[in-house]
């Protein structure tokens, strides 16, 4: 098994819908990459549109990229990436933050485009990882991806249902990935073939953990069930389990969700958080100072943890050109 960094690197805030456009988070990043390079990992970091376009991201991630540090990969906004169009949903920087699945392919085939476009200038590489924001991924999207010579796509959720979720009134929601795999699979086109790396998203639990149609089940419907509320409650606290360093997470249940993905034989787990997290007050998950030190904190414990169990790290790309079905 193999351990895949993957970082969405975008704007400040972006759960603050409308908010001004900045990006001062990524001046936090060299810290972060210190301590991936004292650990051997190399992170994967998937660059929206506005950072390609501001002059130190370009300048710090060209310098890793040099020294062979650092994945370089794309990640959509649809609100941040040219074209856009005046209606709601569609403007710049738009308070309503659609999905991808959500707006018209032959739309989002534009922005894939410009998107792929503005990485290969800014950091002179052609992009050949993806991951939408939002997490709206669908077929069409993989298609688009392809065509634009993407190789691997880390969108899907496992376990996770964005439908209830609008990115505009009138809308279809986000999709809905309960009943897809952990496990990597392709997307096959005339053109070529996408191969999909879920996010790491587990059922720990035993009562979940031995039958995926009953976890499914519970994902499903445990919103809409005051009975199955109550097992989340008092036995199924923060099932699934993501590989993200939330604030509710500690050492003990990212071992728990390690040792899941071994026994399930996972060929790679894949590790995801966004780079506002890394500058306290930009993030909803990481309000001041000392809850970015205990990020820090968890991030360090979780590495030593991976050399322990010689767990070595891949980027996104290098899992795509080794891994065959």
């Known amino acids: 098994m193999k351990f895949i960094l993957s970082i969405d690197t975008e704007g400040d805030n972006q759960w603050d819908f409308g908010r001004e456009l900045t990006v001062e988070n990524i001046k936090y990043v060299p810290r ?10 190399k992170p994967a970091y998937l660059v929206t549109s506005e950072v390609c376009e501001d002059n130190f991201a370009k300048e710090l991630f060209k310098d890793y990229l040099s020294k062979n540090k650092v994945e370089i990969g794309a990640h959509l906004h649809v609100w941040t990436t040219p074209p856009f169009q005046d209606k709601t949903g569609y403007r710049f920087n738009d308070p309503n933050h659609a999905f991808a699945n959500e707006i018209p392919v032959d739309f989002l085939s534009e922005k894939i485009k410009k998107l792929t476009n503005q990485v290969q200038n ?18 069409d999207l993989a298609r688009i991806l392809t065509d634009n010579h993407y190789i691997i796509d880390s969108s899907v ?3 996770v249902n964005w439908s209830g979720y609008h ?11 309960i009943k897809k795999s952990p496990f990597p699979y392709e997307y096959t086109f005339p053109n070529g073939s996408l191969l999909e790396l879920p996010v790491t998203i587990l059922p720990t639990h035993r009562l979940l953990n031995r039958n995926l149609s009953i ?8 919103d ?6 109550v097992f989340r409650k008092f036995l199924f606290k923060n099932q699934p389990l993501w590989l993200r360093p939330l604030p509710e997470m500690d050492i003990t249940l990212l071992n728990e969700l390690l040792n ?12 995801m958080f ?4 890394l500058m306290a007050g930009c993030s909803k998950y990481r309000p001041d100072k000392d809850s970015v030190e205990k990020l820090y904190e968890l991030m360090e414990r979780f590495f030593f943890l991976l050399q322990n169990k010689k767990i070595d790290s891949v980027t996104l790309t290098e899992a795509a050109k080794k891994f065959k079905i």
Not at 167 to 177: A, E, L, Q, Y
Not at 260 to 271: D, F, G, T
């Open 167 to 177: 990115g505009f009134s009138g809308s279809s929601g986000g999709p809905d990935f």
């Open 274 to 277: 966004h780079s506002s997290e």
């Open 215 to 222: 976890a499914r089940y519970y994902f499903r419907n445990v």
């Open 157 to 159: 959720t496992p376990y």
């Open 32 to 41: 972060f990459q210190d301590l991936c390079e004292k650990y051997l990992i």
């Open 122 to 139: 800014s950091f002179g590489i052609q992009p050949l990882s993806f991951r939408s924001g939002r997490y709206g991924f669908n077929e």
């Open 224 to 229: 809409d069930s005051i009975f199955l509320r």
């Open 260 to 271: 899941e993905a071994i026994n399930i034989k996972l060929p790679y787990i894949v590790m």
